[in-house]
């Protein structure tokens, strides 16, 4: 597609314009100085122009000392909330990819023990549910009160963050049921494996004494026992999990923008903006309007001035008796 | 699909190498441009956090200079003066200023001069100056179209502006599509003549530079013609999915307004049809009525079913499950909700004004002959109470476009018969159009009834019969596009511009229809390229019509000639 770059010649323009204007506007200081002005132009054009933040002290004309002089003033406070909470979101991310490696190396078959895979795992996933709940938090803290532009840039940053937060949320959890569906896979296979073995070496010796029997079946249940409180204690961890993270989004859908709805019209969010600004803004008037009238200004006023009258009178009391 | 991703790119270039927060300034043509493509989600995303018109934005006193200014608009004499006010008192930290068409130097110069904190970064031309609805539709959303149903004397200042504005138009789409076109134009047409031949000097000569792009073996072809050729087009009532909302309802920039209908919640007040967005509308946007039914319920059963599953929660595994597809099941319900929506109230229209009677007797005026039966069947339906104004005067008009030379009698007995019945009717405005439209004025054969090859055509579909009667006219736009691919476009009637000449079939065709295009006529161009004949045609016109934007066109029309001619 075409485009077309007009820069250098806007740039070419403001350049000679500028000069056309320097020295008309220098040589509207007082006429007194007309013997030394072009020295004193030259100075003042040298001031006006190059550091834009910097404010020239000339004193002799106040009109021109504007001129040239943008302060860059600092962004306001929520910007800062917003940066700690995208630095927080930038550091759950990097944490999640290393959870995708610990799933994966826990998954491998290993000779140890693997408790100190699991270990890693819990550690890592706490962390980064811990990482969301305070980010989550901290986006509440971004809600603006009052219309004004300011707060409808803080609620599309909100949005921004939360959609964001959501995203990251929902692939926790998915890295998190898929590695406790292979895990209970591999246990699964791990048991059959077991079973067949077992049931290999049961049966030649069926006949066998009771005794051997009875150990075998002792065995067996002691197994099913341990297999069925570890089964157990993963669905605790499924569940707090699902907890969590449900209690993480059901806030934040709130925030987020529904893709394909209106709401994700910006000609839409344009005229609802321009009407809330309004709305509030007449209720601001209606409230200042009331004020003023209001009751409570004119019982303060009259209070007030009753307790001076009792003052004079106690005084004027004092004196003449 | 082109343009709509020309736009998209144009929007992405522009926010991608600006870092930090932005605020996107845009004016009333410009926010349909960028709407229609681009979502909030997708600017929130490239860090713009927040979107204003440039005419409230110097109401506001807040210095916001941690935010950098991007500026879309068109380079209007009044966008210019707003942002020179702007410039000279700047709130923003950094000003980028993208122009969607070309400016002028002396433009350049005006904003040079108020620049005077040196705030702009950027000035750039990109030339997004259209509204891209659809994959092959385009609209310049013109708010005086009616302008070109009158003659030049009248009004000729008004009827410059409104050749600028498509001249601009066209020249954007061109840019965007990097492509310099051959020009023909409809000869009965003067606006079209005007368009074609100040476009042909805009490309060729003023701007030949900016144009010079790189040749293909056959140049693409811009055809201008004129909407009062077809005029029967936008009369009809529609029973396909797209034009039957717009008919029905109304469709701006993709959006339906539901305000109207009382008791709807908050969320299906206003609703999107993006085929862009919406997977089931691109699917059923050209379907019929029958067929869209069935397939909602389809979808609504489809969707009791996952809700049905959802509700019935066992084991902790589907509760997972269920928090996992909850955001796809949300937009799965909105959406179903939607198209609920919508195909219930148009029912309740069809029902309620009698379409299905009404629309019958329309498509045998556009279709069929046997001009002592229609008389039959428009003399009944006028008497018939539950028939309303418009569509009675939509009858009344359809055949007179046909029957305008047969048995002047009887058709003077109905305009006396719509104006008894029709309060409301401005007496006259079915010989307005036909002074507009008549048959003496019209290049193409509109009802087949000219060109033996058409007669034979037609008497052949009569004899085998028709799929669905209410879906069985075909526009005018269709036998241009046929002709166009059998290369049979006659000189004659479409002159080209200047010494211009091609030799062969382009493979790109540009049609713009000055005076508004429809949703049948862009359904109809859709079909054409999707049956891969080796030619891409796009369609754009100065508005997307529908009946009562037509009269409403044509009633400003006939009200501007009158006094007009009082003045003459």
């Known amino acids: 597609m075409a485009t077309r770059n007009r820069t250098l010649l806007f740039r070419k323009y403001r350049n000679s314009l500028r000069s056309v204007r320097a020295p008309l506007s220098s040589s509207s200081l007082t006429g007194t100085q007309s013997g030394v002005g072009p020295v004193i132009e030259m100075a003042s054009s040298s001031l006006l122009n190059p550091n834009r933040s910097y404010a020239p002290i000339s004193t002799e004309d106040p009109g021109n000392s504007s001129k040239g002089a943008i302060t860059v003033r600092l962004p306001p406070a929520w910007v800062d909330v917003s940066e700690e909470i995208s630095v927080n979101i930038q550091r759950a991310r990097t944490k999640l990819a290393e959870l995708g490696k610990a799933h994966a190396k826990a998954l491998m078959p290993s000779f140890g023990d693997g408790k100190e895979d699991q270990h890693n795992i819990e550690t890592l996933t706490q962390e980064i549910t811990f990482l969301l709940k305070k980010s989550e938090k901290q986006l509440q803290r971004l809600s603006a009160s009052g219309p004004s532009e300011d707060s409808n840039v803080r609620k599309n940053v909100q949005r921004s963050l939360a959609t964001d937060l959501q995203l990251l949320s929902m692939e926790l959890r998915k890295k998190q049921s898929t590695y406790l569906k292979r895990l209970k896979q591999q246990k699964e296979d791990g048991v059959d494996l077991e079973m067949n073995l077992s049931r290999n070496k049961y049966r030649p010796e069926e006949d066998d004494f009771g005794d051997m029997l009875n150990e075998h079946q002792m065995a067996k249940i002691k197994k099913t026992e341990e297999l069925s409180e570890e089964r157990e204690k993963e669905i605790q961890q499924v569940v707090e999990s699902v907890n969590d993270l449900a209690q993480i989004m059901k806030d934040l859908s709130a925030l987020v923008i529904d893709q394909g709805t209106i709401v994700d019209r910006i000609d839409y969010n344009i005229e609802n903006v321009a009407s809330t600004v309004e709305d509030g803004l007449k209720q601001l008037q209606k409230a200042e309007r009331r004020q003023k009238h209001g009751g409570m200004v004119m019982c303060v006023s009259v209070l007030v001035s009753l307790c001076f009258i009792m003052l004079l009178l106690l005084i004027l009391k004092e004196i003449f008796l | ?568």
């Not at chain 2, 998209?8 to 009333?28: A, E, H, P, T």
């Not at chain 2, 140049?219 to 087009?233: E, K, N």
């Open chain 2, 1 to 568: 699909m082109v343009l709509v991703t020309s736009v998209r790119d144009y929007i992405n270039r522009m926010l991608q190498d600006i870092s930090g927060m932005k605020v996107l300034i845009l004016d009333s043509e410009t926010v349909s441009n960028v709407s229609i493509v681009y979502s909030q989600s997708e600017l929130l995303q490239k860090e713009v956090f927040l979107v204003e018109m440039i005419d409230s934005i110097s109401v506001s006193k807040e210095s916001m200079s941690h935010l950098k200014a991007v500026y879309f608009i068109r380079p209007t004499s009044e966008n210019i003066q707003k942002l020179r006010y702007q410039l000279a008192n700047p709130r923003f930290g950094e000003y980028h200023l993208f122009f969607s068409n070309l400016l002028k130097d002396t433009q350049i110069h005006i904003l040079a001069d108020s620049d005077e904190q040196e705030v702009v970064q950027q000035v750039q031309e990109y030339y997004a100056d259209f509204v891209a609805g659809d994959p092959y539709h385009f609209t310049l959303n013109m708010a005086s179209n009616h302008l070109y149903m009158i003659p030049a004397v009248v009004d000729p200042a008004g009827l410059q502006r409104f050749s600028d504005r498509v001249v601009d138009g066209i020249a954007a789409v061109f840019l965007a599509l990097k492509r310099r076109p051959v020009i023909r134009y409809q000869r009965t047409s003067d606006t079209a003549k005007r368009i074609a031949q100040e476009s042909a000097k805009l490309m060729y000569q003023q701007e030949s530079a900016l144009f010079d792009f790189r040749r293909t073996e056959s140049s693409p072809l811009l055809l201008v013609i004129d909407r009062r050729d077809d005029p029967v087009t936008p009369l009809l009532n529609q029973w396909t999915y797209q034009a039957m909302v717009h008919e029905l309802i109304g469709l701006q920039d993709n959006k339906v307004d539901l305000k109207a209908i009382g008791s709807l919640p908050k969320d299906q007040q206003e609703v999107v049809l993006s085929s862009e967005q919406d997977a089931f509308f691109k699917s059923n946007m050209y379907e019929n009525f029958g067929d869209i039914g069935m397939n909602i319920k389809r979808m609504v059963d489809d969707f009791q079913q996952v809700a049905k599953s959802n509700q019935n929660i066992q084991t902790v595994e589907d509760m997972a499950r269920f928090v996992d597809n909850y955001p796809e099941y949300k937009k799965m319900q909105g959406n179903v909700s939607k198209h609920v929506t919508l195909v219930t109230e148009m029912s309740k229209l069809v029902e309620a004004r009698k379409l299905m009677m009404v629309s019958q007797t329309e498509q045998d005026l556009a279709c069929n002959g046997g001009q002592g039966a229609a008389y039959e069947a428009v003399t009944d339906l006028l008497s018939n109470e539950s028939v309303s104004d418009i569509d009675r005067l939509r009858l009344v008009m359809l055949y007179a476009l046909r029957y305008e030379k047969e048995n002047p009698v009887q058709l003077m007995q109905l305009f006396n018969k719509l104006a008894s019945r029709s309060p409301k009717y401005k007496p006259g405005l079915v010989q307005f159009l036909l002074k507009q439209a008549g048959v003496e004025k019209r290049t193409g054969d509109l009802f087949g009834n000219r060109d033996l090859l058409n007669i034979a055509r037609n008497m052949a579909r009569g004899l085998k019969g028709v799929e669905n009667v209410y879906t069985q006219h075909q526009p005018l736009l269709f036998q241009t596009m046929e002709s166009i691919t059998r290369g049979r476009l006659r000189d004659v009637d479409y002159p080209f511009v200047g010494d211009h000449y091609q030799q062969g079939r382009p493979q790109e065709v540009v049609i713009f229809m000055v005076g508004g295009t429809t949703y049948e006529e862009s359904r109809s161009v859709a079909l054409q390229n999707a049956t891969n004949s080796g030619i891409r045609f796009i369609l754009g016109g100065t508005a997307v019509l529908n009946s009562k934007r037509f009269l409403k066109d044509l009633e400003e029309a006939q009200r501007i000639s009158r006094s007009g001619s009082h003045m003459v």
